[in-house]
């Protein structure tokens, strides 16, 4: 079949395929819209996830607007797949393939993107950004609405590369956003360090919508010197069309819904986040370049594109005789639960405990070896020991290997697994196991200490209030009954400062731009 020209198209056999939930109440973008749409991350298993499409949306200033929001078309499983034209087993090849062969993007004289155009005198005719119900990501934590799933377009200007990235767009003002660039060698950063040597901003353009190999491109990290408009050719096997810019000299999709032309400063910074980020904690407040907006361009009937923040989910099942051992014989308080995850012995411990008493704790469960696991890993109260993904993501996050991880050798007493030598010595080895001294193998415990060493930023789900709020629209729209495992709001984990909760507080009540105008009058010069 030929690839979807347009988000509107996608999202029409995103529904065909009965993987599109439209909500037509009214909804606010400021504290309702990713709340709702983050509870099916919480209480739902993956093969019933749906992308949402909001067609009724206002804002905490009670503006309504006329144009709707997509979201989580790109994360769910299903959408993914179709968006691919591929079973979710193939995405990956789908992807290497497109290393190899290439399609280059044709130039076209004209495209819907530039249906409507707004630049100069007339820039601010439709509001300039405030024309867009750009939602709030966590509402209680961040700081302003954010563009979540716009795809940069940057040149290397020594060799006219062109690079496609997804970063956030924090709004400052209806012309201005911010950015958060992430790796310091990304792509963009790259562009950026060479126009500020230079004495020149860089030249930007921001892609919301229009076909979905566009953003599988933006998040894939292809190799510098590629040009990404091929890639995304590629994957599809037709040439992405392009028309040039109106006031920067790049080139955008000619079927994308919204286009943000730009120059980003290279001379000064402002304080961007807070913000919900991937890894499941607000990401805090860093200095960092912004965009001046100097044109806006758009079909006539535009849908915005946005993403959702959520954490992982999963089972599991107690360890009552060791956790007897904690909490009765050596009468460990900090211990509130023990379970077996995935095959590894997880210590659930009461926030805040003393490391000391964390690594005590997991040489006392090495010395037990009443498990039969090679890994124990100690975590904090807030971990849901009966979600897997949850663990994984406390020792992603929680832990530095250098000083959080210990092995300890020991001679075994069970000679089940094979992980100790080739299956034929430990063979002969079983069958000496009733001699009165056998040569038992030796074995090691992996001991893993993924509790908090100090005050993190809050876990990156909407605030409670907010969320509740949710789950009553959620039940009214009458969709699929939740089972919602914990945590399924954010909740603070000791660094959160007063100036930021009052930036919050500001942004769920639409007032973000008086952020963005304090930070630009508190901007500083790079030096």
């Known amino acids: 079949m030929t690839y979807w020209k347009s988000l509107r198209e996608y999202l029409e056999a995103v529904d065909k395929a009965g993987n599109l939930v439209t909500i037509t109440t009214p909804v606010n973008k400021d504290t309702q819209l990713n709340p709702l749409v983050s509870l099916q991350y919480r209480g739902l298993p993956p093969d019933q996830r749906k992308a949402f499409l909001f067609t009724n949306v206002f804002d905490s200033r009670g503006r309504r607007y006329n144009i709707p929001v997509a979201l989580a078309f790109d994360a769910a499983r299903k959408p993914n797949s179709l968006g691919m034209q591929c079973p979710p087993e193939e995405i990956p090849d789908r992807l290497a393939q497109a290393f190899m062969h290439p399609v280059e993007p044709r130039m076209v004289s004209e495209g819907p993107v530039q249906e409507e155009v707004h630049m100069g005198d007339g820039l601010l005719e439709h509001g300039g950004l405030d024309e867009f119900p750009i939602p709030i990501t966590t509402p209680g934590y961040d700081a302003s609405a954010t563009i979540s799933q716009g795809c940069w377009v940057t040149k290397d200007i020594e060799t006219g590369v062109r690079n496609v990235g997804l970063y956030r767009s924090q709004l400052y003002s209806p012309t201005r956003t911010g950015i958060h660039q992430g790796e310091i060698d990304a792509d963009l950063s790259v562009h950026w360090r060479k126009c500020r040597a230079k004495g020149i901003p860089l030249q930007v353009a921001i892609v919301l919508g229009g076909p979905p190999n566009l953003t599988w491109v933006g998040f894939q990290g292809f190799p510098k010197g590629v040009d990404e408009y091929a890639m995304a050719g590629a994957i599809t096997g037709e040439p992405v069309e392009l028309v040039k810019c109106k006031t920067v000299d790049l080139e955008v999709p000619a079927n994308a819904d919204i286009v943000i032309e730009g120059e980003m400063t290279t001379e000064e910074l402002m304080l961007e986040a807070p913000y919900g980020e991937s890894k499941g904690y607000v ?26 923040r959520q954490l992982p989910m999963g089972g599991s099942r107690p360890d009552v005789i060791l956790y007897k051992k904690f909490r009765y014989d050596l009468n460990m308080t900090h211990v509130l639960a023990v379970n077996n995850v995935c095959e590894f012995t997880v210590i659930k411990m009461k926030m805040n405990t003393d490391q000391k008493e964390v690594w005590r704790t997991l040489e006392a469960a090495q010395e037990a070896r009443s498990f039969k696991c090679s890994t124990v890993i100690a975590v904090d109260e807030d971990i849901n020991l009966q979600n897997p993904n949850m663990v ?41 196991q009733f001699e009165e001294n056998p040569p038992m193998p030796e074995a090691s415990v992996l001991l893993i200490n993924a509790t908090l060493k100090w005050p993190y930023s809050p876990v990156c789900l909407p605030r409670k209030e907010f969320m509740e709020e949710a789950l009553g629209m959620w039940q009214k729209e009458g969709l699929p009954a939740l089972k919602l495992e914990y945590p399924w709001y954010g909740y603070d984990l000791g660094f959160w400062p007063e100036e930021v909760e009052e930036d919050a507080r500001r942004a769920v009540r639409g007032e973000y731009y008086k952020t963005g105008e304090i930070r630009y009058q508190n901007r500083k010069r790079i030096k």
């Open 392 to 432: 994984w993501w406390a020792v992603n996050t929680r832990v530095e290997p250098k000083d959080d991880v210990r092995s300890i050798k020991f001679l075994t007493t069970d000679l089940r697994p094979s992980t100790y030598m080739p299956e034929e010595e430990i063979t002969r080895i079983r069958h000496r």
């Open 283 to 308: 990401g805090m407040e860093e200095l960092q370049p912004f965009l001046n907006v100097t044109c806006i361009t758009h079909r006539k009937d535009p849908i915005l594109p946005a993403r959702v």
